[in-house]
């Protein structure tokens, strides 16, 4: 009988051994993180060590400067810290160009308010476009983009200098591979977007993200506004000037935007235009000529000035506008004193470009 | 023995006379008891379907269940502009004005706030703060209110601009008319109440019409007129008024907007005639 008991164990010891698994050889074990869910799945692992990090990204917080509204976010592409950090470095390399020697910061350099001093940029090719690069600042708040308005979002403009022939010359195909081979865009496109392949809409939401967080709202006239600091009398003068129909720039320059985000024609050319600016998107002889306000925000730092960058000076600038402007049928009533202009004397001359250098943030251009 | 029976009889006589049917002695309550003689207050009724928001046109004050036919007042605002009662055509030459200025018409846009319905009992809804109107932009000229509180309303009033309650820098950064229809600090503050630009004599000279709180002081005004058909209403603008009656005035107006005896005279004529309700 004991001996009996004691065989019944034996075999029940033996067929509850016989169903374990063999045991892995220890070269096999491989610690890792088992969830295929997790950033850092390791399909190979065979030890759940718990090391497994899970998608999030951070919020980016847009502080809305004193007098500008809210932002306009699309909805489907949040700020986040991870995205801004991927956009500015998608900015600033060539990689996005079809031979990799020219990146957007080469036309939008930071020192010159995100625009370039050259009246024309210079593609890839070595052709140059026929308009002057816009300064990328307060762009958040823009609700068109290019000087004709002819993207509604930073995420559709951005598409546009990557392919555009004289400009980057590249094909979206050959970006993807691109970044989808590199070492790192694949983890931070990943971090970012939670993403596994990336593609030209994940590009240009970060592109994006970076655009919105160039923003400038601390010049001398901000400060002033704040009653930090003093403007000089010249300056004060210049200030009147701007924000009476004396000098009449406010209409279009409007609000601490600096910019109304519509399209005019200020008087620059007879017709025909060489270049239809907002007709070309609209296609209404109405608005041949027209072209979007820029802000006027470091307006000092973003010379040449106008569409085609044909006034190197703020001088030149002001000196047009006094003139009146050409006559043109498209002419924006505003401008409308053809042939006698503001009449401001040349110390109002000087006064008004001194006011103007106000807006200048030093910080912008250099942090 | 025979007395005992007697005494029971009468007993048992009373006790029965005693006894009442209680139960609902409503003949249109769905329980009517026709034998009740006591009225125990538990009738129940057949539900009555219609609408139960009494704020809805078809409010059915004896409806029990609400059967979802609900239908809700929707206003509609039309804004119209003419000039010498033909409908502005823009971009011509083909106007003259009482001070014998040919002009035309590139621009007109202006702000409406407090647009407000009246009862004749003084019950009043406010239908929207503030309304912008840019005749380039087709939606601006069309306001639908849906679902408001029907009331028998008799009058609408609203204001030309903005009073100095709301005509300040900054109040409304997140409308459609921020930013270009800010009046700069510098002269007061606040927005433009409206942009009426264009030519006058020659393609070569501009005019800009543009009226708002000069130096601050408040040239809004309030409007008030009987209407007939609520559903759909008409705000009209004869443009040629802001320039006549009762003071003449041409166009121009360098230097309008720091200019406060033009806005006087401005407000004057808006009040008279410019606008009208159908």
């Given amino acids: ?367 | 023995m025979k007395k005992i029976f007697l005494f029971l009889t009468v007993i048992s006589f009373f006790l029965s006379a005693c006894k009442k049917e209680k139960g609902c002695m409503d003949p249109t309550a769905t329980n009517y008891n026709s034998e009740a003689t006591l009225d125990n207050g538990d009738c129940n009724y057949a539900p009555i379907s219609g609408c139960t928001d009494n704020s809805a046109i078809n409010y059915l004050a004896t409806a029990t269940t609400n059967d979802g036919s609900c239908e809700y007042l929707s206003v509609n605002l039309n804004f119209k502009h003419y000039v010498d009662g033909i409908e502005l055509v823009v971009n011509e030459m083909i106007y003259t004005n009482p001070s014998s200025d040919n002009y035309s018409i590139q621009t007109l846009r202006y702000l409406i706030s407090d647009i407000t319905l009246h009862t004749n009992n003084g019950n009043k809804i406010l239908l929207d703060e503030v309304h912008f109107i840019d005749i380039s932009i087709d939606s601006t000229l069309t306001l639908n209110i849906p679902q408001i509180n029907y009331q028998n309303y008799t009058s609408i009033s609203f204001t030309m601009g903005l009073d100095s309650a709301k005509n300040i820098t900054n109040l409304f950064l997140n409308e459609n008319f921020f930013p270009s229809f800010v009046w700069p600090e510098f002269l007061g503050g606040g927005y433009h109440y409206m942009q009426l630009e264009g030519d006058f004599n020659t393609v070569f000279n501009g005019y800009t019409t543009h009226t708002g709180g000069a130096s601050g002081i408040d040239f809004s005004f309030n409007k008030i007129f009987p209407i007939i058909d609520i559903t759909d209403i008409n705000i009209n603008m004869e443009i040629t008024n802001w320039y006549k009656n009762p003071e003449t005035i041409d166009l121009t107006t360098d230097g309008i907007m720091e200019n406060i005896e033009k806005q006087i005279i401005l407000k004057a004529n808006g009040i008279e005639d410019v606008f009208s309700v159908n």
Wanted: glycine share 6%.
């Fill in chain 1, 1 to 367: 009988m004991k001996f009996g008991t004691y065989t019944f164990l034996v075999v029940i010891l033996l067929s509850i051994f016989s169903c374990k698994k063999e045991p892995v050889p220890v070269s096999e074990c491989i610690e890792g993180c088992m969830d295929s869910l997790a950033l850092n799945y390791n399909p190979e692992a065979t030890i759940e060590n718990e090391s497994c990090l899970y998608f999030s990204n951070t919020p980016y917080v847009i502080e809305t400067p004193y007098g500008f509204p809210n932002m306009n976010i699309p909805s489907d592409n949040p700020m986040t810290i991870e995205g801004v950090l991927l956009g500015e470095k998608l900015f600033k390399d060539p990689i996005l160009s079809a031979n990799n020697t020219q990146a957007c910061i080469n036309c939008h350099q930071q020192n010159f308010s995100f625009s370039e001093p050259n009246q024309y940029s210079t593609g890839i090719d070595n052709i140059q476009g026929t308009r002057n690069a816009s300064a990328l600042i307060n762009i958040g708040w823009n609700t068109s983009f290019n000087w004709d308005g002819s993207s509604l979002t930073l995420e559709e403009q951005a598409f546009e200098p990557i392919t555009n022939q004289i400009e980057m010359h590249n094909n979206w195909n050959n970006v993807e591979s691109e970044l989808n081979s590199h070492t790192d865009y694949p983890t931070l496109f990943k971090e970012a977007f939670d993403i596994d392949y990336i593609d030209s809409n994940h590009v240009v939401k970060a592109i994006a993200q970076f655009e919105r967080t160039l923003i400038s709202a601390n010049s001398k006239l901000d400060r002033y506004l704040n009653n930090e600091e003093q403007l000089t009398i010249s300056e004060l003068n210049g200030y009147a000037i701007f924000n009476t129909e004396k000098g009449d720039c406010f209409h279009c320059h409007a609000s601490q935007l600096f910019m109304d985000n519509q399209f005019h024609n200020n008087g620059l050319d007879i017709e025909p235009f060489l270049d239809l600016g907002r007709s070309k998107v609209t296609l209404n002889a109405l608005d041949n000529g027209k072209f979007k306000t820029p802000t006027l925000r470091n307006i000092e730092m973003s010379a040449p000035y106008m569409h085609d960058g044909r006034f190197a000076t703020l001088e030149e600038v002001v000196e047009h506008y006094d003139s009146g402007g050409k006559y043109s049928t498209t002419v924006d009533p505003l401008m409308k004193k053809l042939g006698i202009g503001l009449q401001l004397t040349n110390q109002e001359k000087i006064d008004l470009v001194a006011y103007l250098k106000t807006l200048t943030d030093h910080e912008f251009i250099t942090q």
